[in-house]
C-alpha cells in the first residue's frame, strides 16, 4: 500500500453550535445507520432460526434492540471518522451536502467508547467483535492510514466488518452452537456487503481521484468496478438460491428468482452510464436489494410457521441443514 492519504486543503465552514449538531447528524448518515445496526439483529435472529428456538418472553427483542444500538451509535462516529478524511460537502449515497464541522473526528471517540462497554456488557463475543470493528473504522479513515483510499484495504475493511464481524457478532450473543450452515451463510453474507461496497464507490471515480485516492474505481474505473459488482452479485445471489434448492434454505425462498433479475437488470443499465452515473444510481441498487431482502425475510417467516404448524419442527429444523439436537431456548 502506499503512503498515508493526506488530508485535504478545502477550507472549513465555519459553524455555530446548533448547526455544528444538525451537521453531525447529517454526516451520521442516519439512513445507512438503519442498515448497520440490523446487520447483528439478522446474525442473532438467524440463529434462533438455525436452532429452530421459539422463545415468548421479551428477552430476545431486548437483546436485538441493544444489538442495534451498539452499532447504530458507532456508526455515526465512523462517518464523522469518514468525513474527518474527506472533507467532503458534496452529495453522499444516503447522505446529505452539509459543512463539515472542525475537528470532526474528535466525536467519534465517545461513540466507540460507548458501543464497546455496551458489546462487552452483552457478552466477550460480540464485545471483541465491536473491538475489532473499531479498529477497522479506524485503519479505513484516520488520515495517516486511510485504508479507504486503497483499492484492497476498503474492501476488506468492509468486507470484514460488515459482512464477518458484525452478523457474527449478533449471532454470539444468543449463545447457541455454531453450525456448517452458520459458517457457510456468513461466507455468502461476506460476497453481499461486497458487492454493496464496489456498488457504493461505482459513481465516485472523479471524488475519489480528486482527493487523491486509489480505490479500484480509480484504478480501473467506473465499468470495471460495475463488471465486479454484477459478478459478486451472480455468485452471492445464485448461492443464496442454491442453498434453497439444496433445501438449507427454505425451498420458498426461491420464488424471489423474480427479484434477483430485477436487481441484475438495473446493474445492467447503470453500466451503459458513462462514469458510473451518479448517487441515484447506487441509491435504487440499494433500495431494489433491500425490496429483495425484505421479500425473502418474508418467504422465511411464512415457511417458519408453516413447518412448525405442520411438523412441529419451525425454522431450520426443518430444513435438510437441520441436522442436529435442538436445543432449549434459554432467556438471554
Known amino acids: 500500500m502506499s503512503d498515508a ?25 442516519p439512513k445507512g445507520m438503519l442498515f448497520v445496526s440490523i446487520l447483528p439483529m439478522i446474525g442473532f435472529a438467524y440463529a434462533y432460526w438455525d436452532h429452530g428456538c421459539e422463545d415468548a418472553s421479551l428477552a430476545p427483542f431486548r437483546t436485538m434492540g441493544l444489538l442495534a444500538l451498539a452499532w447504530a451509535v458507532p456508526h455515526a462516529g465512523t462517518m464523522w471518522l469518514n468525513a474527518g478524511l474527506d472533507r467532503d460537502e458534496s452529495p453522499t449515497l444516503f447522505g446529505d451536502s452539509v459543512p463539515v464541522p472542525p475537528h470532526v473526528s474528535l466525536y467519534a471517540i465517545p461513540t466507540f467508547v460507548f458501543s464497546i462497554a455496551l458489546g462487552f456488557w452483552l457478552g466477550i463475543g460480540v464485545g471483541v467483535c465491536v473491538v ?27 468486507a470484514a466488518g460488515y459482512g464477518a464481524l458484525s452478523p457474527l ?84 425462498v426461491l420464488v424471489a428468482l423474480p427479484g434477483f433479475l430485477w436487481v441484475d437488470h438495473l446493474i445492467a443499465r447503470w453500466q451503459e452510464q458513462p462514469k ?28 417458519y410457521a408453516q413447518t412448525r404448524d405442520a411438523h412441529g419442527l419451525p425454522g431450520g429444523l426443518a430444513t435438510a441443514g437441520g441436522r442436529f439436537e435442538p436445543r432449549v431456548c434459554e432467556k438471554n
Open 5 to 29: 492519504v493526506s488530508e485535504p486543503t478545502r477550507p472549513t465552514i465555519p459553524t455555530k453550535p446548533m448547526s455544528t449538531a444538525r451537521a453531525l447528524w447529517a454526516l451520521a448518515r
Open 132 to 158: 475489532l470493528c473499531t479498529i477497522l473504522a479506524i485503519l479505513y479513515s484516520h488520515p495517516k492510514i486511510a485504508w479507504k483510499a486503497h483499492a484492497f484495504g476498503g474492501p476488506f475493511v468492509n
Open 169 to 252: 457478532g449478533g449471532f454470539l450473543v444468543s449463545g447457541f452452537a455454531p453450525t456448517i450452515r452458520g459458517a457457510v451463510v456468513l461466507l455468502v453474507a461476506i460476497v453481499w456487503i461486497s458487492t454493496a461496497y464496489f456498488a457504493a464507490q461505482a459513481f465516485q471515480e472523479d471524488e475519489d481521484r480528486e482527493r487523491g485516492y486509489r480505490t479500484l474505481v480509480v484504478v480501473r474505473g467506473a465499468a470495471f468496478t460495475l463488471r465486479i459488482t454484477r459478478v459478486l452479485f451472480w455468485i452471492s445471489g445464485g448461492a443464496t438460491l442454491a442453498l434453497a434448492a439444496f433445501g438449507w434454505f427454505p425451498r420458498v
Open 276 to 303: 458510473g452515473g451518479d448517487e441515484s444510481w447506487a441509491r435504487r441498487f440499494f433500495l431494489r436489494m433491500f425490496a429483495v431482502a425484505l421479500a425473502v425475510l418474508v418467504c422465511v417467516s411464512i415457511d
